[in-house]
């Protein structure tokens, strides 16, 4: 097994905290994992993408090269497009598709939106409106990792447990809003789906 994906929003999204779960999921199952932050993690609102690698081989180098990922997993849609030259050709691209507007020149949602159908492998939800419906707004990345979890082969107890060792230290109330935002965002991945499961 050999899963290269990027993550990729901008800082203040919850970035860490993604690739953090699915690294202990990861963990749990015996597999080696690389990450490498590889943009402004410290600056709020700034450009950020990580790239993690998943195995069970030993992983060598930590960036994905050009082409080669497996999934992009965004947090917000026009960062989803910028790192579409390390996609495969199967590669899945799970976005938010609600924008975090950080720019004068920010494109028109409309066109963004449209670039993201134009791939074959799509998921695009908005994590946001999920998150609050469920009255928990700063969950949307859990929202978007468990949309982003149908296409990763970890079962999805792993990730739950992933959750609670991540936000242990915050309490129950806050681990039983990331699991809902998880489980909400599974059940939207697998509806919106572009080809299906």
């Not at 990729?8 to 749990?28: H, K, W």
Request: aromatic content about 6%; hydrophobic content about 40%.
């Amino acid at each position: 097994m050999k899963y290269d994906i990027i993550i990729s929003g901008v800082g203040g999204q919850g970035i860490l905290s993604i690739a953090t779960t699915i690294g202990l999921a990861a963990i749990e199952n015996g597999l080696y994992l690389k990450q490498a932050e590889v943009h402004g993690m410290s600056q709020r609102g700034g450009a950020v993408q990580s790239h993690l690698r998943i195995s069970s081989g030993e992983v060598i180098s930590d960036l994905i090269p050009l082409g080669e990922a497996d999934m992009i997993l965004s947090v917000e849609p026009m960062e989803s497009l910028r790192y579409m030259p390390w996609l495969s050709e199967k590669g899945w691209l799970v976005t938010n598709s609600r924008p975090f507007v950080n720019i004068d020149n920010y494109p028109p949602l409309d066109e963004v939106l449209n670039e993201i159908r134009k791939w074959n492998y799509h998921v695009a939800i908005d994590a946001d409106e999920i998150a609050h419906s469920i009255h928990s707004a700063r969950s949307s990345n859990m929202v978007i990792l468990g949309a982003a979890s149908n296409f990763i082969s970890i079962p999805e107890d792993s990730f739950l447990r992933a959750i609670e060792k991540m936000f242990m230290k915050k309490g129950r109330d806050v681990i039983d809003l990331n699991i809902k935002a998880f489980s909400e965002g599974k059940n939207a991945g697998l509806s919106n789906s572009s080809t299906g499961i």
